[in-house]
């Protein structure tokens, strides 16, 4: 009976430790108000609004044109569990009483940003900086449950870097490579002229063109459903593709790099035994190819009239597009090859055998939604602020916003000066 307490002393010292260590303080980076700096960069293509921390990476605000704001963290080297971390708003240092918001968690990841949130989340997150909030994601270490790893975001001189990212989101196209780079323009049955809303979609793919000069080589593939006889199916794919062709050369397109082919009814896409399926199949396909030469002109890039600091970390990841394609070459336009079959449903051009390619297998064609289709997305889409916002690059009401801070309610961004303590 003696002994027990003896017991209970011998167990106190572990516990202790353990608690000892449970709540030690996090690992903390972080900027404090006197080296806190930003940067803004970018192009026509995409806007970066980042502040580097000191020992860990930097936080950003980025947007891809035709996309919406993403908060994101990148980390030189990560210390975080690859798992669900905790993202909050904490107080400004003039209300210390203010409890932190909580604004939920966001999964820590293997690959592109160690963090990404939402388009919702990001805006909260500026608003909250506009307050003089700090935006701080906290979560364990992937070495020790009991050990913590905190990322905060300083408010320092934000409001003075601000306006020069509005600058850059005003100069931003409204969609980007992805989303024309296979686009479809669909037929109805028999039909091989383009109609009102073809002209729609065709117009946003001649917007790009017009726009990024890495472009340089335009495939168009005619395809039909199995209606009628194989020679006629052939015969109106051909139609709807020069249709098409005709179309772009019209807006200025140059001919010179348009390559068009017609298969009839060789490479659906869908199930030709409901018009559902059938009416997938009677389309134009068009698919953009980049150079060998993927470096941004001069002229496109956003000049900020901030000099970025001696300190500031390279920007991680500024892919405007997709691979290289080979260069443009007088064979691929040649008439022997306009007839040739596709490497797939939708056409993958031979660019190295001059000849006639050999019949073969299509490949199985994924599935898409009307929100995947670039040519059935609306210019509406693009954008997912109201007009008069200033986060809204085609607004032009953006000049007088830019001395406005702004208040998220009932999802809408409205104009509101915080009271200064």
């Known amino acids: 009976m003696k002994l027990r307490p003896l017991a209970s002393i011998s167990l106190l010292f572990p516990v202790t430790a353990l608690a000892a260590a449970m709540v030690a303080g996090p690992l903390q980076y972080g900027n404090g108000l006197q080296n806190t700096r930003w940067t803004v960069s970018g192009n026509i293509f995409e806007c970066r609004f980042a502040q580097p921390i000191e020992g860990f990476g930097e936080a950003l605000f980025y947007q891809r044109a035709g996309e ?84 905060y975001v300083s408010p320092s001189s934000f409001m003075e870097y601000y306006p020069e990212f509005l600058r850059c989101l005003g100069q931003l196209l409204t969609v980007n490579f992805d989303q024309i780079a296979r686009t479809k323009v669909y037929f109805g049955s028999g039909d091989d002229k383009v109609d009102a809303a073809d002209i729609k979609t065709l117009n946003r793919v001649i917007y790009y063109l017009q726009h990024d000069p890495r472009v340089k080589a335009i495939y168009l593939d005619g395809h039909n459903d199995n209606v009628g006889r194989r020679y006629d199916s052939r015969q109106i794919s051909k139609r709807r593709v020069e249709d098409v062709e005709n179309y772009l050369v019209s807006q200025g397109v140059d001919a010179a790099m348009i390559t068009s082919r017609f298969h009839g009814d060789r490479y659906p896409v869908a199930n030709n035994k409901t018009s559902a399926g059938r009416a997938e199949n009677r389309r134009v396909t068009i698919r953009l190819e980049m150079g060998d030469d993927l470096t941004i002109p001069p002229e496109l890039i956003f000049q900020s009239r901030f000099p970025p600091p001696m300190s500031s970390s390279p920007p991680t990841s500024s892919a405007s597009g997709p691979g290289t394609a ?62 008069d916002s200033p986060f809204d690059p085609g607004s032009p009401q953006q000049p007088s916003a830019l001395n406005q801070p702004l208040v998220l309610r009932d999802d809408r961004w409205q104009i509101r000066w915080p009271q200064p303590p």
């Open 68 to 151: 919406s704001l993403s908060f994101q963290l990148a980390a030189n080297r990560n210390l975080m569990d690859y798992s669900n971390a905790r993202v909050s708003l904490l107080s400004p240092p003039w209300r210390p009483s203010e409890q932190p918001e909580n604004l939920g968690t966001a999964s820590i990841n293997h690959d592109g940003p160690l963090l990404a949130l939402d388009t919702r989340r990001s805006q909260i997150i500026m608003h909250g900086l506009m307050e003089g909030r700090r935006p701080t994601v906290t979560h364990k270490t992937g070495y020790d449950n009991n050990r913590f790893v905190q990322v």
């Open 326 to 387: 080979p260069a443009v070459g007088a064979r691929w336009n040649e008439p022997d090859l306009r007839d040739a079959p596709a490497a797939g449903p939708d056409g993958d051009f031979p660019t190295d055998a001059p000849g006639i390619v050999p019949e073969i297998a299509p490949a199985v064609a994924p599935v898409l939604t009307p929100s995947d289709n670039p040519a059935k997305v609306s210019d509406d889409r693009v954008r997912d602020l109201p007009f």
